[in-house]
């Protein structure tokens, strides 16, 4: 298993300002990525955040809007850049434990939920 | 990429009876299934997974079922108790560590 932490946990945000999202976790991990939940919405992957390399952004995601840092195995941020009403979510990032070689359980952080006025 | 459909997105059930779940995904090449649970306003936890070479697999009062000829999967929950009401969440991976979702389903246990 893995214990991660998020930070902040929610944040009210103005139009056209940016947030960091920040992500710790108690293990070193290969995989970590990053999902947004719209309110009462499924998860939607955003990015796969690769230590010592870019992340691997999904459909519909930029680097531009979201940035992500991954500067070793146990903590990433994502930055949600020049934020919209559209963008408030709860963020959540997540760690896989391959399953020997295998997708294995992905845990999840608490989240971030972020409301843009 | 892949394309998960989950149904019913609410269910309601009498305390005590039986809870279906149905899920389809469109990648043949997915070979791993699981199911999440997330109870209100908590992060989304794993309650049972099944791979593409077993067919069904059981955890006390919870089961899920694959057809991959079909391409669908299902979780059952016999003897539903309060605890059990939340959004379950069905997922398939093709193997490459990253899992697309279903849009979830609500289940309320009435007690």
């Known amino acids: 298993s893995a214990v991660i932490s998020q930070k902040p946990s929610r944040d009210i945000c103005q139009r056209g300002t940016s947030l960091t999202i920040q992500c710790q976790v108690d293990s070193q991990v290969t995989m970590m990525f990053w999902y947004r939940q719209q309110p009462g919405q499924s998860l939607t992957l955003i990015a796969t955040?690769?230590?010592?390399?870019?992340?691997?952004?999904e459909s519909g995601f930029v680097i531009d809007k979201f940035p992500i840092s991954r500067p070793n195995l146990t903590f990433s941020t994502l930055t949600v850049s020049n934020m919209s009403p559209e963008d408030s979510s709860i963020y959540l990032c997540?760690?896989?434990?391959?399953?020997?070689?295998?997708?294995?359980?992905?845990?999840f952080g608490e989240g971030s939920r972020l409301t843009v006025l | 990429g892949e394309n998960v459909e989950q149904h019913p997105s609410t269910l309601s059930v009498q305390e005590g009876d039986s809870a279906v779940i149905k899920c389809t995904y469109s990648d043949s090449a997915s070979n791993y299934f699981p199911w999440y649970k997330q109870e209100l306003g908590k992060r989304p936890q794993l309650i049972i997974d099944i791979r593409s070479n077993v067919g069904e697999k059981k955890d006390q009062r919870i089961a899920v079922t694959l057809n991959k000829t079909a391409k669908h999967f299902s979780l059952h929950i016999t003897e539903t108790q309060p605890e059990d009401s939340a959004v379950y969440f069905c997922a398939a991976s093709r193997g490459d560590y990253k899992l697309s979702f279903g849009a979830g389903t609500t289940v309320t246990v009435r007690a």
């Open positions: 955040a690769n230590q010592g390399s870019e992340a691997t952004y």
């Open positions: 997540s760690v896989s434990t391959p399953d020997r070689g295998r997708t294995g359980e992905l845990f």
